[in-house]
């Protein structure tokens, strides 16, 4: 099923068969994927889009950084606006943090299969989502 409207999604990861496999899944779907192999490619991207960047998902375990850190970072930059989701097989939902549990990080683990990854996608998106505001009229 496609999107409605495609969305601007950030994915870390430094795996290069996850991150095209997660990629090319999310293209498919109709969605804007902008694929980074690192913490820092992803703290530049994201500067970069802060405005039009929907949702970030990130490895949690990266070489240059982590993505618990790069999920607080993203909170804080985006004053709350962008939601994110962790990827990892080390991490439980229990053991996030209250700060990010509250800002509503969301933890997938590994392995998972595609079509759960886009079922998160869009649950996190839909728990994110701020009400229209009324038209002025």
Known sequence: ???PLARHILVADDEPEILSEITGYLRRR?????????FGDAVRAFNDNPDSI??????VRMPDGNGVDL??????RSQGRCPCLLMTGH??????GADLEAAGVR??????????????????LAKSAKPAKPAVT
């Open 1 to 3: 099923m496609d999107s």
């Open 30 to 38: 109709g969605e804007i994927v902008i694929a980074v192999p690192s």
């Open 54 to 59: 929907a949702l970030v998902i990130s490895d």
């Open 71 to 76: 999920a607080r970072w993203v909170i804080d």
């Open 91 to 96: 991490l439980d939902q229990a053991g996030l």
């Open 107 to 124: 933890i997938l683990d590994k392995p998972f299969g595609m079509s759960a990854l886009y079922a998160s996608v869009l649950s996190t």
